[in-house]
């Protein structure tokens, strides 16, 4: 596609819901990236994907949060049993880890707005 | 663990009114600092510095590094109302990809 795209754009979950966050990047960018963003502050690194391999986890903020990528194209980030202090906004990005981690041009996503309830 | 602190969090100005934003990072294996502009949507790219002194420039906006004193600033110059936005800096590491964010800058700029 011509840019990253994320569905839902809001999603409401009431506390103790499952949700499912989706990013499409952009077509043949190998890397990805989940990025969480709180009301009033920079995005915070959840996960990083080279292809399908999950390379960096270490910002998932705990284990009700699961990312995948099963080929190396659109990534799912999962919370489970959602809880108020997960509201934010969750942004992906991508770039192709060829000439783009050059100019250091990461491509965002418009985020999806998660408000649990 | 990377540390990026951005200054002032919050700026109004008028239109035509030059601004500086700073950002402030201690990093332990630093590789490059990216700033970026956020409106009520995805955060754009604007620059990536890596060397010291060499200033990068785009239009009405550039952005300078120095490296000894772990610092980048942002100028923006006649500025516009289009210009309003959240400014963010990040830096990057030399051993990976990901990016480490400051809270950002939220910049207003009154007609």
């Known amino acids: 596609g011509a840019g990253v795209s994320q569905s839902p754009r809001y999603k409401v979950a009431k506390r103790g819901q499952d949700v499912a966050l989706r990013c499409d990047p952009i077509?043949?960018?190998?890397?990805l990236f989940w990025y969480q963003q709180a009301l009033g502050q920079g995005p915070e690194f959840l996960t990083y994907?080279?292809?399908?391999?999950?390379?960096?986890k270490s910002g998932l903020p705990s284990d009700r949060f699961f990312a995948e990528r099963p080929e190396g194209s659109v990534s799912t980030l999962k919370i489970q049993r959602t809880q108020q202090e997960d509201s934010a906004v969750y942004l992906c990005?991508?770039?192709?880890?060829?000439?783009?981690?050059?100019?250091?041009?990461?491509?965002f996503g418009e985020g999806s707005r998660l408000t649990v309830l | 663990e990377d540390k990026v602190v951005q200054s002032p969090l919050s700026l109004v100005v008028h239109e035509g009114d030059t601004v500086t934003l700073n950002c402030s990072y201690e990093v332990t294996n630093f590789r490059s600092l990216l700033w970026y502009k956020q409106e009520k949507k995805a955060p754009t790219f604007l620059f990536m510095l890596?060397?010291?002194?060499i200033e990068k420039k785009s239009g009405r906006l550039s952005s300078i590094l120095d490296k000894k004193e772990l610092f980048s600033i942002l100028n923006i110059t006649a500025t516009q109302t289009g210009d309003s936005a959240i400014y963010l800096c990040a830096v990057r590491e030399t051993s990976g990809s990901r990016l480490t964010f400051g809270e950002g800058t939220q910049l207003t700029v009154n007609p």
């Open positions: 077509s043949g960018h190998v890397s």
């Open positions: 990005a991508t770039l192709d880890s060829r000439g783009r981690i050059l100019t250091g041009e990461l491509f």
């Open positions: 890596t060397s010291s002194g």
């Open positions: 994907f080279q292809n399908e391999a999950q390379l960096d």
